[in-house]
């Protein structure tokens, strides 16, 4: 299995709503990430986190909260996001936190979030 | 503040036809990977480059690391609609405890 699955592939919310993406891989890797995926910017790390533990923090604000309840799930929670939060969230894995000199990462299809 | 800058941003040509795609730095990387993502998908690792000068090929891509390991360009000859996509470089800065920095890739249509 060397897929990392994400769920929902859609999701629209308005700006007070709390709602939660997932993130899953049975790839046995120890690292798990969060990125943002906005038109003609470079992908933004949000979160790392390794074995479990959250790592990495790339000054997220507070309506973005991430949980990992064990090493193959990763979870971002959604609360009260604005309507430029509307982005392709890209959830990740690799095999450590501190790469290889190959330091691949293995994305999962996305979730499109659109915020009204 | 490390950047990677890719040109072209955008690019569409005729099925046959060659192209190039830089990716540049004033950062040197310890490697650099270029990844392609199809519409609808997530991005999937190409190739990854380490040793300064080096040339890897992958079919009808062309991949080479600069010697200074600050740039890499991808060459793809006789370009086919499969090829449509987003191209993303990431170079990897190690001693920064392994920090990827991505470019904000190219846009590449084929068209038959």
């Known amino acids: 299995d060397t897929e990392v699955t994400q769920t929902p592939k859609h999701l629209v919310m308005g700006m007070t709503n709390k709602k939660s993406l997932k993130c899953e891989q049975h790839?046995?890797?120890?690292?798990m990430y969060w990125y943002k995926q906005s038109a003609k910017k470079p992908l933004e790390l949000m979160f790392v986190?390794?074995?479990?533990?959250?790592?990495e923090n790339n000054s997220v604000p507070s309506r973005f909260s991430p949980e990992c309840p064990n090493s193959s799930h990763l979870f971002l929670h959604l609360h009260t996001l604005q309507p430029e939060d509307s982005a392709l969230y890209l959830c990740?894995?690799?095999?450590?936190?501190?790469?290889?000199?190959?330091?691949?990462?293995?994305f999962g299809e996305g979730s499109r979030l659109t915020v009204l | 503040t490390q950047l990677l800058e890719q040109s072209p941003q955008f690019l569409s040509i005729q099925e046959g036809e060659n192209l190039t795609v830089y990716c540049n730095s004033s950062?040197?990387?310890?490697?650099l990977q270029w990844y392609r993502q199809e519409p609808g998908e997530g991005p999937v690792l190409l190739v990854t480059?380490?040793?300064?000068?080096e040339v890897k090929k992958l079919k009808r891509l062309t991949f080479q690391f600069g010697d200074a390991r600050k740039d890499s360009s991808l060459h793809i000859t006789a370009a086919q609609p499969g090829d449509t996509g987003l191209y993303l470089c990431?170079?990897?800065?190690?001693?920064?405890?392994?920090?990827?920095?991505f470019g904000q890739g190219t846009e590449l249509s084929v068209k038959p």
């Open positions: 986190y390794s074995l479990e533990e959250r790592v």
């Open positions: 990740a894995s690799s095999q450590d936190r501190q790469p290889t000199s190959t330091g691949e990462l293995f």
């Open positions: 480059v380490v040793t300064g000068g």
């Open positions: 950062s040197v990387f310890s490697s």
């Open positions: 790839m046995g890797h120890r690292a």
């Open positions: 990431a170079g990897l800065i190690y001693n920064q405890g392994g920090k990827l920095i």
